[in-house]
């Protein structure tokens, strides 16, 4: 996938300037695989560009994703930040591919992203655009609840040196040097470097007595970026990244009530995650051209976990020492080639495969690696039927390791109203598959060999998820400078795929009848005894079923006015109402999204190139699935003040930012975990 900026002009390039048709509207490339305007995409796509990602302030690149209508974003200690579209929402957000360049980087544990351990920067990022649908006619299975492309700043654009320096309270900084090679180079190439610390969550003593999840996590990343044009037809791309660092997690010293035992004490555990993208481009044509790329992606996650044991009472005292170590690796091999089959027909179609490699003896009670491969076959028509009316036909074939065949279908109506409005209605089917974890998990914590305690357990077979949507959008740019883009949407799913609480027998204490594992046909391995387990609460274990079905209806809408001179307003709403079946077991899942969210960011052109930002972001009250809680209305309030200086065009910028004003957060659990405000300061030079 083309990761350059593409930028179409709308009307007639012999209108004047005070004509509303003429200005750059940029083109999309996540709906289809295809480069398209906002107004023929077979699908709804917000654009956050180089402009907002600035003038929000945002360090953080999940963070990006609350100016996306309809997205709820959480951070929290136990884990990297979380995101959801529409509610069911969770610690793992395995319902959102996510691309880098057009490369996925979920991760096939859980199929989450780690947002945290990205080997790229916000710095780094030119746009992101995100489809706020399921896409799984694009790219297929876990396409689920939506795409989120963040496309890099491609060497070709950029020249010369730039330094960056944020410091801020409780010991935050990110700093980070950009070096381009010289702008004659037959290789355009680019060298980032960064490194950035942040104590995101204090502990706090529980009314209970007992003190709560602290977190605190330092990372360097280095990219290299190159970028060849070999001949007018040929274009090759390299990317490497490394991203590294220390995460700081888990409860300090208990308070005036023990626990039974500390599964979770302060430790530090080391990660290191790289990439490794190549993608080779011929064109033969404006409109006809062959892509082929592979990327790697690979984590090492190493945590000498040690867990203090204290059975009050008992002359059980001391410590379990626990293999928590993870290594990953998954690699990609992708072709596509798309093109004018006819004067009114454009197609595309395409291939790809995936292996993947897993080695975890914590999450799957083996010290022996689990491998899966899933292929998929990919296509896109745009058919012009008429100089208004265009029909779009999306479709991806797959076999996945943990659920079998899948098709996932895509037909959307795009229809001009005016030279500057356009309705879309679309359908179609998507498909979640299950994760690694919730096909083959056996989280276990051993003591001399036995089994003491068990997590989560895919001790029965599930299905994948599913999704029928319907949808009907309107994208418009009414007048120069102001651009409009509404929905209003409904989504069914069916085999909700979740996790249930039951408990194996212990010794001590008899299981009541309806939470035994035996009594829903889920037993133990066969090493575990009753006899071992640390307590009562240890022999609890969380199985994965496919739990029921519920429908998500609601309506969104962003509008986005700009004008030279003096700013920029972007305004979005999203209104979600969440109705389950009779037989859904988790009700809190008809509490999991929130019936408003609002986002808006302000910039303001001051005197003296001054800019002013301010961005405000609210969500009615949810509940967070698992390991979440409910959370009330929120308002966040951030600020941001910023003065260039230097020779007139030059970004070289001072600027002052205040996020989360007022308040400490409580994105993800009401109770457990406070997000503290952050206050710093940033300083950027480029030469």
């Known amino acids: 996938m083309c990761a350059t900026v593409l ?3 709308a009307g007639s390039v012999e209108a004047s300037e005070a004509d509303a048709f003429f200005e750059e509207v940029p083109l999309v490339l996540t709906a289809s695989r295809l480069a398209q305007s906002p107004m023929l995409a077979p699908a709804p796509v917000t654009l956050i560009d180089r402009e907002m990602i600035e003038a929000s302030g945002f360090t953080e690149i999940h963070d990006l994703l609350r100016l996306v209508p309809g997205f709820q974003v959480a951070d929290w200690p136990g884990g990297s930040p979380t995101v959801a579209n529409h509610g069911i929402g969770d610690a793992y957000d395995r319902r959102i591919k996510v691309l880098v360049d057009g490369r996925t980087v979920n991760n096939p544990i859980w199929g989450d992203t780690q947002w945290d351990n990205l080997t790229i920067r916000v710095d780094d990022i030119e746009r992101i655009e995100v489809v706020r649908s399921a896409n799984g006619g694009a790219y297929g299975a ?12 491609s060497p070709v654009t950029e020249d010369g040196y730039s330094v960056i320096s944020r410091f801020g309270v409780d010991g935050f900084y990110d700093h980070g040097v950009r070096v381009n090679g010289p702008a004659d180079s037959p290789v355009a190439w680019r060298l980032s470097a960064s490194t950035r610390s942040a104590a995101t969550f204090e502990s706090f003593v529980r009314s209970n007595g007992e003190n709560e999840l602290q977190e605190a996590f330092s990372r360097e990343v280095l990219n290299l970026q190159l970028v060849s044009q070999i001949n007018p037809q040929d274009r090759l791309s390299l990317h490497f990244g490394v991203s590294q660092g220390v995460d700081t997690r888990g409860y300090p010293e208990m308070g005036t009530r023990l626990r039974n035992f500390q599964l979770d004490p302060v430790q530090d555990g080391d990660i290191r995650n790289q990439t490794v993208h190549a993608a080779w481009t011929r064109s033969y044509s404006t409109t006809s051209e062959l892509s082929l790329q592979y990327f790697y992606q690979g984590q090492q996650a190493r945590r000498a976990w040690e867990i203090d044991v204290r059975k009050v009472g008992e002359a059980r005292d001391g410590t379990i020492f626990a293999d928590r170590d993870i290594d990953v690796s998954v690699n990609n091999l992708e072709v596509q080639l798309s093109g004018q089959i006819l004067p009114s027909v454009e197609a595309l179609i395409g291939a790809g495969a995936r292996h993947e490699r897993v080695r975890s003896a914590a999450f799957f009670d083996t010290d022996a690696a689990l491998t899966a491969t899933y292929w998929q076959t990919f296509g896109n028509l745009t058919w012009q039927a008429t100089d208004a009316m265009a029909l779009n036909l999306g479709g991806t074939y797959e076999h996945h390791d943990y659920s079998g065949k899948l098709f996932s279908p895509r037909v959307a109506i795009n229809y001009a109203l005016t030279p500057t409005a356009g309705l879309r209605v679309s359908a179609g089917k998507a498909y979640r598959a299950p994760s690694l974890i919730e096909s ?14 068990i997590g989560y357990n895919a001790a029965q077979p599930v299905d994948p998820e599913e999704m029928r949507f319907f949808e009907i959008g309107l994208v418009a740019r009414p ?41 829903v046909g889920v037993f133990p391995p066969a090493d575990w005894s009753a006899a071992n387990a640390l307590t009562y609460q240890s022999a609890k274990t969380k199985r994965f079923l496919n739990l029921g079905n519920f429908v998500a209806k609601g309506g969104e809408y962003t509008v986005d006015w700009r004008r030279k001179g003096w700013g920029r307003v972007v305004f979005s709403q999203a209104y979600i109402t969440l109705n389950a079946s009779d037989d859904l077991v988790d009700r809190d899942i008809e509490l999991s999204a929130p019936q408003v969210t609002t986002s808006l960011l302000f910039m303001k ?11 405000y972001y609210h969500n009615d009250d949810m509940y967070w699935l698992n390991q979440g809680d409910r959370v009330p209305n929120r308002d966040r309030i951030d600020l941001r ?47």
């Open 7 to 9: 930028y179409v002009f």
């Open 142 to 153: 876990n396409a689920f609840q939506g795409v989120v492309n963040i496309i890099t700043r």
């Open 440 to 453: 083959h998990g056996l989280e276990t914590l051993r003591e001399d060999g036995s089994i003491v305690n």
């Open 479 to 519: 007048m120069k400078g102001l651009s409009v883009d509404v929905r209003v949407f409904r989504e069914a799913y069916s085999g909700y795929l979740d996790s249930q609480s039951c408990r194996l027998p212990t010794a001590a204490v008899p299981v009541p009848s309806k939470e035994r594992c035996s009594d």
């Open 605 to 615: 052109d001051l005197p003296e190139r001054w800019r002013a930002s301010l961005g």
């Open 641 to 687: 003040l910023a003065k260039r200086f230097g020779p007139p065009g030059a970004e070289n910028e001072f600027a002052l930012v205040m996020q989360n004003l007022g308040e400490i957060a409580t994105e993800f659990h009401e109770g457990r975990y406070r997000h503290e405000p952050l206050i710093y300061a940033s300083l950027r030079l480029v030469w």
